[in-house]
């Protein structure tokens, strides 16, 4: 089975920070990441696809990279509505999600 | 608008069984892979198990913690999705997710309903 570990599993930020969040994965997962936002008693909401691809819908501010083992996502400009837990998620066998990276209000 | 509507949730005793149904409306239900997720309380996300469109087999692929204990069916006539769950223990605890499925990622979700399993 493909693991994934995201860090860190707690970030504190203030509104404006450019923030980077890291998912790797145990083996090589070519671009098969996604990752999701979720907030407290909500569904999580699927924010980029394929490594890269933003979900229609979803702010510019929000952008992934990265490819095989090791991915990033990167939010340019903390705003309020972003404080919320992150997940990464592979899709190369059976899907996995990372642990989760909660991201707090400074 | 894509909607999704989860129900069937409750307390139920170790061993027992319950099933869980998803309405889905918005987009076409027979064309769409669907799955199931489920959260335990304060724990992460966990995939446990699809099913495709009959056009793609209908198949059905089950995660190792619960592969023989839990069935995912679907009625496309009633645009629903179904989750029978036996052999329930304590770790099956969770809130269930139901989602679309596309290209192995999850792109609409329902709102969730609590399975709590306890004596």
């Known amino acids: 089975d493909i693991q994934l570990t995201q860090s860190p599993s707690f970030l504190s930020a203030s509104v404006g920070d450019r923030v980077t969040i890291t998912c790797r994965a145990s083996?090589?997962?070519?671009?098969?990441l996604a990752w999701y936002q979720q907030k407290p008693g909500k569904a999580p909401k699927l924010l980029i696809y394929?490594?890269?691809t933003l979900q229609s819908g979803v702010p510019s501010r929000f952008s992934g990279s990265g490819a095989g083992t090791e991915f990033t996502l990167t939010i340019s400009s903390l705003q309020p509505e972003d404080f919320a837990t992150y997940y990464c998620?592979?899709?190369?066998?059976?899907?996995?999600f990372g642990p989760g990276t909660k991201v707090d209000i400074k | 608008e894509v909607q999704l509507v989860e129900s069937g949730g409750g307390l139920v005793k170790p061993g027992g069984s319950l099933r869980l149904s998803c309405a889905a409306s918005?987009?076409?239900?027979?064309?769409?892979?669907m799955s199931w997720v489920r959260q335990a309380p304060g724990k992460g996300l966990e995939w446990i198990g699809r099913i495709k469109s009959k056009t793609d087999g209908g198949t059905t692929h089950y995660a190792a913690p619960v592969k023989g204990r839990f069935t995912i069916s679907r009625d496309d006539s009633k645009n629903t999705l179904h989750l029978e769950m036996n052999s329930l223990n304590t770790e099956d605890t969770a809130v269930y997710y139901c989602?679309?499925?596309?290209?192995?990622?999850?792109?609409?979700w329902g709102q969730g309903t609590l399975v709590t399993v306890s004596s």
């Open positions: 989602t679309t499925e596309h290209d192995y990622y999850f792109d609409y």
């Open positions: 998620q592979q899709l190369n066998s059976d899907l996995t």
């Open positions: 394929a490594a890269s």
């Open positions: 083996q090589d997962i070519y671009i098969y």
């Open positions: 918005g987009f076409s239900f027979s064309n769409a892979w």
